[in-house]
């Protein structure tokens, strides 16, 4: 028996790069709903956002936040992947897979100092900062600056500088990802690595009296971010983002979505999904 697991990272993916609207993918989403087909979201968001963008969305599933610094699952989950309840309640507990935001915060200001650097991250900025950066509102500028395990950072120095801040980070055990609007600091985690740890847990939560479905992995991404993730995945799609600073190059025996954002997400997932079962 074999079943689907759609992994699907958010901005200028799922989401359209400008105005955020995931409403032309509806009826892809609609169709995961009704086949108990999981949405595991892998995103830059935080908790806080995904949890309201979840509600909207409509699918269950786990999600892989702040680029796999952390997953988020419901509390009363028998399958972290699927999101599959066996009792009542809407909790959900989060499992930290990087540094603390703290520490993160703490070394960044200590390399900004050592280094000379002229970096902004979130905790620099207030919410109408970020606001005016993402074009967010302020209660939605202000579920971004609620962060577990990464810090995006807007860089105002040269190239060289981001070299050596480069160099300086890795031998501190962290990392810096380019993501569609910011650079992210974070630990030696990514959302591939995040989706490892949750397979397993999935797989370990299983009774083994349950028959074992062959799960398939369909994966959709736009940034260099995501190429880990597509990696791992049966099926792989690359969504166009004509925005992008670096856009993902398809690999071979990738697909290549046929339009940007929501509307490219739906007609992929529809095509591997959305056939005769
Ligand atoms: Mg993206």
């Not at 609207?21 to 908790?47: G, N, W, Y």
């Not at 939605?140 to 807007?154: F, G, H, L, N, T």
Request: aromatic content about 6%; proline content about 6%; hydrophobic content about 40%.
């Amino acid at each position: 028996m074999t079943s689907w697991i759609v992994v699907s990272d958010l901005d200028g993916t799922l989401l359209d790069h400008a105005s955020y609207d995931f409403e032309p993918a509806r009826e892809a989403l609609d169709v995961l709903v009704e086949r108990q087909i999981p949405l595991v979201l892998a995103t830059s968001k935080t908790q806080a956002e995904v949890a309201l963008l979840r509600r909207q969305l409509g699918v269950p599933g786990a999600s892989i936040v702040e680029n796999g610094g952390s997953i988020v699952i419901d509390s009363a989950v028998r399958d972290p992947v699927s999101g599959a309840s066996t009792s009542a309640g809407d909790g959900v507990e989060s499992i930290q897979l990087g540094p603390e935001y703290a520490h993160i915060v703490q070394r960044l200001a200590q390399l900004r100092r050592e280094f000379s650097l002229d970096f902004a991250g979130f905790s620099d900025m207030s919410d109408e900062d970020v606001a005016k950066e993402t074009g967010l509102d302020l209660p939605a500028a202000r579920r971004a600056r609620d962060r577990m395990s990464s810090e995006p950072i807007v860089w105002r120095d040269s190239e060289e500088a981001l070299e050596r801040f480069v160099r300086a980070l890795d031998a501190q055990g962290f990392e810096l990802t380019r993501g569609g609007r910011f650079f992210h600091v974070l630990g030696r985690v990514s959302k591939a690595s995040a989706l490892r740890v949750l397979l397993e847990a999935a797989i370990s939560k299983r009774p083994p009296s349950e028959p074992q479905e062959c799960q398939q992995i369909l994966a959709l991404g736009d940034s260099p971010n995501d190429c880990e993730l597509l990696e791992m995945a049966d099926v792989a799609v690359v969504v166009p983002n004509p925005a992008a600073r670096s856009p993902l190059q398809p690999r071979e025996g990738w697909r290549l979505a046929s339009a940007p954002g929501p509307t490219g997400w739906n007609e992929a997932v529809l095509d591997v999904v959305g056939g005769s079962q």
